[in-house]
């Protein structure tokens, strides 16, 4: 996001405004429990940012599990709309559930989105012994039959990780995904169980799932759904450069309220920004497997109204929703 001069002078202004002393102490919604991705955005971001100064007092952290986020969600649009002094994290499940209509008819346009400072690369992966070598030969092997190649997954069906090989398949010019045969099993170790044992082609899902795996040598990942190579995994390909135009990644950002001013959403575009160029961001996520992903403000709002229309596109394509 591209700042003017007096766009800049407003979020100083408002930035000042809302972490000066007589402000109170702002807060980050999880909405699930404690020990999960969303309680880690919230923890991990709000720690840094006190830690930065970029707030003054410690951010609350407020655990609202329930509807796979959805009650959350409904919280902050019913209840919270106006307050610009509250944050919420959410990932690419949040988008996935929107496009899907799992919110009980609540739409993405209803929050404003803020930010994501780093992700969990998507991944397609098959066993050492597969006779797939990169992701072109899967691929079409697929077009060619597509009862040839099953893939397994951590979501149900519909779900992120069933959505992902559709997404490639679509910029190959395959057009009957209904055929794409996807079994969804309790987890990301269950579904490499599946694909090393060979009941399944090809596993579909997150790096951090698959990095034991590709240390014992068990599996060969045949691209990582990111812009780039991820660090420490440099010999691992990524589907665009293999011609393959898909970004499919797990992020981990945060939404505001969608009636916070502009004044209160560029302070807290200011605040995320700062975390992103930090030295303990860095670590944390080097600690915690994630990639740098880096979309913040209004180029990250574009983006996340993206991701929705296709996944909405897509689902209806496969019968998730009508």
């Not at 045969?181 to 799932?209: R, W």
């Not at 109204?305 to 296709?310: L, S, Y």
């Amino acid at each position: 996001m591209k700042f003017t001069k007096m766009k800049m002078f407003a979020a100083g202004t408002a930035f000042a405004l809302l972490s000066g002393g007589a402000a109170s102490a702002a807060e980050c919604i999880a909405p699930a429990n404690a020990g999960g991705g969303w309680d880690f955005t919230c923890r991990q971001i709000g720690k840094i940012m006190y830690d930065l100064g970029v707030v003054d007092q410690p951010i609350q952290v407020t655990n609202m599990a329930g509807a796979g986020g959805g009650l959350a969600f409904a919280h902050v649009v019913n209840e919270r709309g106006g307050d610009e002094d509250l944050i919420v994290a959410a990932s690419s499940a949040t988008s996935t559930r929107l496009a899907q209509n799992a919110y009980g008819g609540m739409t993405a346009d209803q929050v404003r989105f803020l930010g994501a400072i780093g992700a969990d690369p998507g991944v397609i992966v098959v066993a050492a012994d597969s006779p797939f070598q990169t992701l072109s030969d899967l691929i079409d092997a697929i077009i060619a039959d597509p009862n040839s190649v099953a893939f397994a997954g951590g979501s149900a069906a519909g779900g992120f990780d069933h959505l992902k090989p559709l997404m490639i398949l679509q910029r190959a010019g395959f057009t009957d995904i209904r055929a794409v045969k996807y079994i969804g099993v309790d987890g990301g170790a269950d579904a490499i169980t599946q694909t090393i044992g060979g009941f399944t082609q090809a596993m579909t899902g997150d790096m951090s799932e698959v990095v034991g795996f590709i240390a014992s040598g068990d599996v060969r990942v045949l691209a990582v759904l990111t812009e780039e190579r991820v660090p420490g995994f440099e010999d691992i390909p990524t589907a665009r450069e293999q011609g393959y135009d898909v970004v499919a990644v797990n992020w981990r950002g945060l939404y505001l309220p969608h009636d916070v001013s502009e004044e209160a959403y560029d302070a807290w575009v200011v605040r995320l920004q700062a975390v992103a160029a930090s030295a303990e961001w860095q670590q944390t996520m080097l600690d915690n497997g994630l990639a740098p992903f880096t979309k913040i403000g209004d180029d990250f709002q574009s983006w996340v109204d993206g991701v929705i229309a296709e996944t909405e596109a897509l689902s209806r394509e496969i019968g998730v929703i009508q």
